[in-house]
């Protein structure tokens, strides 16, 4: 693919369409699609990688490929490294969210192991990296690829940085459309992923949950969520987890830790349902509500009355009402009933 010049016009047109897509709303696929449409037109590229993100632990829980081959075990082995150039977590907490690969290496691009492993067998030589950042939480990231010879430049850059925070709001927004569940309608399940990233055991209750993340059938790739945990509990030698909203629009808590005795690299892996609380604080950070506003929240959800949180939060009942009255409106709901079914049904 020859990549053609973009002026200032054409890119302040796809920030304008961005912005528009966010404010939609639309669900994760469509947003996926057409936000890479969009910026198809003002930063050209040959493949991009597109990421759902787990704001709380900064794992990529979901993914969409353009002119790419299905992400195989390697990919999570190699591409997210967190000690690497330009890794999601570093642009997530960095002054500037974009970064480009040969900058960050100063040309050397050997000197980067996704590079080694990854970009270069692929013929590949630019990469944009981006998070997407919006009051402080990551939502999202997308990665794009341009073959050899060709890089991004230093506007290309900043324009995606410019545009991080408008992705981050449409990300945050579809992870507002999940829904919670009460815990205990869906018993936990186990299961046991070998050396090479295979399914060595599981449990029965496990079926549903993997079928939800995309994997009916045991033969099928692990989902992409199971395979970064598993990564990240390889690298650190700790335990890892992320929340991720399955098919059902549940969300599901995935939890790994590194299994003692038998063959080493081998990781258990619980899925569950995330209780009600981690929902609301979800909910709580997609919304924008304050620290007070939080813990209100959660005392609603444990049945508390208005009298009863005043004294809890050393404040008057007139000053409940008035916390209320802000949080319903940044929810769009008018009771405490709507709020809570807002939490656990979507």
């Known amino acids: 693919m020859k990549i053609r010049q973009v002026n200032h016009s054409v890119r302040a047109r796809a920030h304008e369409r961005i912005v ?13 699609g057409e936000a890479a449409k969009v910026l198809a037109t003002a930063l050209p590229f040959d493949a991009s990688c597109w990421h759902t993100m787990d704001p709380a632990t900064l794992i990529e829980t979901g993914l969409y490929f353009q002119n790419m081959p299905p992400a195989g075990p390697d990919v999570a082995a190699y591409a997210y490294l967190d000690d690497d150039f330009n890794s ?59 073959e050899a010879p060709g890089d991004f430049t230093e506007d290309e850059r900043d324009f995606a940085h410019d545009v991080a ?23 936990p399940g186990l299961l046991v992923v070998d050396a090479v990233r295979g399914i060595e055991s599981m449990t029965h209750p496990a079926r549903p949950w993997l079928a939800d993340l995309g994997a009916p059938d045991e033969r099928d790739p692990l989902p ?3 395979l970064a945990v598993a990564e990240r509990v390889r690298r650190c ?3 890892a987890t992320a929340q991720v909203r399955g098919e059902s629009g549940q969300w599901i808590q995935v939890h790994a830790s590194p299994m003692s005795g038998g063959p080493p690299g081998r990781v258990a892996i619980i899925l569950q349902a995330v209780a009600a609380p981690e ?16 813990e209100l929240i ?49």
């Open 224 to 226: 992409f969520v199971l």
């Open 88 to 146: 999601f977590t570093a642009l997530a907490h960095a002054p500037r969210h974009s970064g480009v690969l040969s900058d960050a290496t100063a040309g050397q691009l050997g000197r980067s192991p996704r590079y080694r492993e990854l970009l270069r067998p692929n013929n590949i030589r630019g990469e944009l990296r981006t998070a997407f950042v919006v009051d402080g939480s990551c939502w999202g990231c997308f990665a794009f690829f341009r």
């Open 279 to 294: 929902v609301a604080r979800l909910i709580s950070a997609a919304y924008g509500f304050t620290a007070r506003q939080r």
């Open 237 to 239: 030698a700790g335990e």
């Open 298 to 346: 959660d005392l609603v959800l444990r049945g508390y009355g208005t009298s009863e949180i005043a004294a809890r939060l050393f404040i008057s009942p007139h000053t409940v009402q008035g916390h209320l009255k802000s949080i319903f409106a940044k929810a769009g709901v008018r009771s405490r009933r709507e709020l809570v079914g807002r939490v656990y049904q979507g």
């Open 165 to 187: 925070a408008v992705l981050g709001r449409g990300f945050r927004s579809a992870g507002l459309q999940a829904r919670g569940t009460m815990p205990g309608t869906r018993w």
């Open 20 to 32: 528009r897509l966010a404010d939609a709303r639309p669900e994760l696929p469509v947003l996926f």
